[in-house]
């Protein structure tokens, strides 16, 4: 379908849960610079399949969004998706994870400036200027084989969040951070890798229900439940 609010046109894609899968949240799947909401479909069906509901959208001027193109306007259309869905009460901004990679990485970091969700999944993000608060439970992949430049814009996150927290109450305080830096991976092929949709699937787990033991939601997850 397509969200057509504040002077966008976002084309989207919704993955659903099995019907007799009640979701336990919601993903927002941004993709990076020169792709298209085509390229996530590997991590929105995983996410799907462990029980949470995933738009990917395509930002302008990407894929079936013919709209021109600036970076400015790709972050300000995504806000405008999120805000919609969240009105239209398709989404609890409470149980929501924006994911992005590259540019939706780092769209995704921004966002939460003005998009308060429960967690962000940042896949080897772009550089992301200046913003004035770190989002809520920051999950963020680096890949051994990416360009220097976007390694330290990892690096830089982790250092402006104090470092790893983990913890079940820094998921219940909405602090926690953690930086996964890859082995054998590259820019692009963390989209579909399996540790990136089993880490991130853990991570979104531990948001929705930070007082269950972790070491229970890992089990689930391996057990496809």
């Known amino acids: 379908f397509a ?19 009640s979701p336990a949240g ?7 610079l020169s792709a298209n909401r085509k390229l996530m479909t590997y ?23 013919s709209d021109s193109f600036s970076m400015s306007r790709a972050q300000f259309c995504a806000t405008m998706a999120v805000d919609w869905l ?21 769209i995704a970091i921004r966002m939460a400036d003005v998009e308060p969700v429960a967690a962000t999944i940042a896949i080897s993000p772009g550089p992301t200027g200046s913003q004035a608060r770190m ?18 814009v990892a690096a830089r996150l982790a250092e ?4 790893e927290r983990t913890a079940p109450d820094d998921f219940a305080q909405k602090r926690a ?27 979104m787990m531990q948001t929705v229900f930070p007082q269950i033991d972790p070491k229970t939601l890992a089990l689930n997850l391996d057990l496809g439940t």
């Open 135 to 152: 989002p809520a439970n920051l999950l963020v992949f680096s890949a051994s084989a990416d360009i220097t430049p976007l390694k330290r």
């Open 160 to 163: 402006d969040a104090g470092g």
């Open 86 to 106: 969240t009105r239209e009460d398709k989404i609890d901004p409470a149980k929501t994870t924006l994911v992005g990679h590259s540019l939706g990485g780092a």
């Open 43 to 65: 991590l929105a069906e995983d996410f799907a399949g462990h029980g949470f509901r995933s738009y990917s959208i395509d930002l302008p001027g990407h894929g079936d969004n």
């Open 3 to 21: 969200i057509n609010t504040g002077d966008c046109h976002i084309p989207v894609t919704l993955t659903d849960p099995a019907p007799d899968v």
């Open 26 to 32: 919601s993903v927002v799947l941004i993709h990076g």
């Open 177 to 203: 951070f953690d930086l996964e830096r890859l082995p054998h991976s590259t820019h692009t092929s963390l989209i579909t890798d399996r540790r990136v949709a089993h880490r991130s699937e853990q991570w």
